[in-house]
């Protein structure tokens, strides 16, 4: 059983909006620091956002300003609000959440961005 699903990639023109979401089994987000990673071909996972249990939210420069992370424990769920999308954010986004010493995935999610 997955603990982790995204949902919400697609292909999108540049300067369009997707909103990502991931669905924690349990009650895995309320007491997790949780956040987005993502992959492009050929380089490495980075770090795009995370969000605190105190909802403090830290992001990578490139997204500054463009994405926004948020968090709903009442219903298990975490989002990625991506707006001005770029070529450059073409990638799989993942789901992460640091629960009890360990970083647990999602599966991941497509995101295709066409200039």
């Known amino acids: 059983q997955r603990q982790l699903v995204e949902s919400g990639g697609g292909l999108v023109q540049a300067g369009g909006s997707l909103r990502l979401s991931c669905v924690a089994s349990?009650?895995?987000?309320?007491?997790?620091?949780i956040g987005w990673y993502r992959q492009a071909p050929g380089k490495p996972r980075e770090l795009v956002a995370s969000?605190?249990?105190?909802?403090?939210?830290n992001y990578a420069d490139s997204v500054k300003g463009r994405f926004t992370i948020s968090r709903d424990n009442a219903k298990n769920t975490m989002y990625l609000q991506m707006n001005s999308l770029k070529p450059e954010d073409t990638a799989v986004y993942y789901c992460?959440?640091?629960?009890?010493?360990?970083?647990?995935w999602g599966q991941g999610t497509q995101v295709t961005v066409s200039s």
């Open positions: 992460t959440a640091d629960y009890r010493g360990f970083r647990l």
């Open positions: 349990g009650s895995i987000f309320s007491s997790s620091v």
């Open positions: 969000i605190t249990t105190s909802t403090v939210t």
